[in-house]
């Protein structure tokens, strides 16, 4: 089992959590993060000069799911997520030891 | 005539009343976008007072009131407050300190710049919006209201009526309103991502000092502290009562009932009744205010949800379209016994002041929004009327105006 944690515009969410849902993904957490990446955030021009800002406003979803449904569940993001400019966001995939449902205590596999 | 001190403290009165409506509409349209916005739009709201403030006393005032130029615009003889002093004028408001009546409109014309701004939230550059401001209040705010309250303006000589600003305040702002959304273009992410609102008890708290301020506006317009202005003052609270219940009823039976419904409902009504509060029963109020949330209601729901137009915050939905139903209902439900410098209306057998009306919501409408349209245009060749999509993303506090609403260090 893998965990995905995919940091993203938040203005893409809607697209995003439809991908998945069309391809059966529906288990996620969002929650709302601040970040940057090489550019350390981004410099606006001002008059008189340069205004950074430094971390920026993101959504972070994570879901867990089974090796074999990464390429599908990262392809899915990646194409609902991208704008093409800088600050489109990363994804980073993790190995996950192991599951469980709290309702049921369900394990692994039979929790995702 | 001499200055009626009565008079007089309603109307000063009155003017803070209504100046105060401002912030309130600041708080109110706060509330509603994602809070990367929320200074930038409470911004737009605020900065009005200072902006129409001085353009008002220096040349607004004269255009609107001053004397008339074939019925279409006022002469320079107010510019600079000239000849507006303790005395009052022989025209406007003869009981009141002319200064009283010039401030008491010029709160109008503040209130009527900030008003469009909910249409063009989170995506708008605020020098385009100072520009437009300007240009706006000089070719389309004065001009219409010297047609429907200046002394020789066309629509006034015409008969066509308007108690406090239906058609100057709110059609004229929700029409122009509209054509600027054209211009500008959806947010990004609209209508897919829910945006906003960032502060529900902030737009409670906004739709209350509007309701309060209101009676400066409504019953305020009866210029003078008589039995017209308890009429304007209770047909303005029945109204947007009936209203917000209504909103509260078919927002209940089609989803859920919301408090944001709820105030925007009153606030429809409030609107609807602007035009007809000096001229009929107030009891009439009711059907005014119920037919309001419906048509308001349903208009947004169509607007936004199958033409996705984004007017993100209902400018048109509401002052739009309350407006042009508030001067229709005017002319259905006025009469002479209420206000003998009015007209009767359809219910009183006189079917024309209908007609008359629908002349002054189409020369109003179609006046905003073709000049607003020009305008916009111009604007946007010049500045531009839309941020860049970085500083759209991060929001236009922090890319506008370099500040954040709330503190913390990362959101």
Not at chain 1, 35 to 43: A, L, M, S
Not at chain 2, 160 to 176: E, M
Request: hydrophobic share 50%.
């Amino acid at each position: 089992m893998k965990k995905i944690e995919a940091i993203i515009r938040e203005e893409q969410l809607e697209p995003v959590k439809k991908a998945l849902e069309d391809n059966s993904y529906f288990g996620m957490t969002v929650s709302e993060v601040s970040g940057r990446g090489r550019q350390k955030g981004i410099t606006l021009q001002w008059r008189v000069g340069e205004y950074r800002i430094d971390l920026l406003p993101k959504l972070k979803i994570e879901l867990v799911v089974l090796d074999e449904d990464v390429p599908v569940v990262v392809d899915a993001i990646v194409r609902n997520a991208r704008t093409g400019e800088t600050g489109d966001g990363k994804i980073f995939i993790l190995p996950v030891d192991g599951v469980v449902r709290v309702r049921t205590g369900d394990k692994d596999k039979d929790a995702i | 005539m001499p200055v009626n001190s009565g008079d007089t403290t309603w109307i000063l009165i009155s003017s803070a009343l209504v100046l105060l409506m401002t912030p309130g509409l600041a708080l109110f349209y706060g509330g509603m976008v994602q809070r990367k916005n929320l200074l930038s739009t409470i911004m737009m709201s605020f900065v009005s007072l200072g902006l129409i403030g001085i353009l008002w006393v220096c040349y607004g005032y004269s255009l609107s009131f001053g004397s008339d130029n074939a019925g279409f615009i006022g002469g320079l003889n107010f510019l600079g407050l000239a000849n507006v002093g303790q005395e009052p004028s022989p025209v406007y408001a003869s009981t009141v300190p002319h200064l009283a009546f010039m401030v008491f409109q010029g709160m109008f014309a503040v209130i009527t710049v900030a008003l469009m701004t909910g249409a063009v939230v989170e995506r708008i550059k605020f020098s385009a919006i100072l520009v437009f401001s300007v240009l706006w209040l000089t070719v389309v705010y004065s001009p219409v209201a010297h047609w429907v309250w200046g002394d020789g303006g066309w629509l006034a000589s015409f008969g066509a009526l308007d108690f406090a600003g239906g058609a100057v305040v709110h059609i004229n702002a929700g029409v122009s309103a509209l054509a600027l959304v054209l211009l500008l273009g959806r947010r990004r992410g609209f209508p897919q991502q829910t945006m906003g609102p960032n502060n529900v008890p902030m737009i409670v708290l906004g739709a209350a000092i509007l309701w309060f301020g209101w009676f400066g506006f409504n019953a305020g317009s009866a210029l003078a502290s008589d039995g017209l202005a308890a009429n304007a003052f209770v047909a303005t609270n029945i109204s947007a009562a009936a209203a917000a219940v209504t909103w509260l009823i078919i927002s209940w039976i089609h989803r859920r009932p919301t408090i944001v419904g709820t105030v925007t409902g009153a606030v429809a009504g409030l609107v609807a009744i602007t035009p007809a509060a000096g001229f009929v029963l107030p009891m009439n109020g009711i059907p005014i205010g119920i037919v309001a949330a419906l048509v308001c209601y349903y208009s947004m729901l169509l607007l936004k949800e199958k033409y996705h137009l984004d007017d993100s915050l209902d400018v048109f939905g509401v002052h739009g379209i309350g407006g042009i139903w508030g001067a229709l209902a005017t002319g259905i439900f006025a009469s002479l016994a209420i206000n003998p410098a009015g007209a009767d209306g359809l219910i009183m057998g006189n079917g024309m002041q209908l007609l008359k009306q629908l002349v002054s919501v189409l020369a109003v409408g179609g006046y905003a929004f073709g000049v607003t349209w020009v305008l916009g245009k111009l604007v946007d060749v010049t500045i531009g009327l839309r941020v860049r999509q970085a500083e759209e993303s991060v929001g236009l506090d922090l890319s506008q105006h370099g500040e954040r609403a709330y503190g913390g260090l990362l959101r």
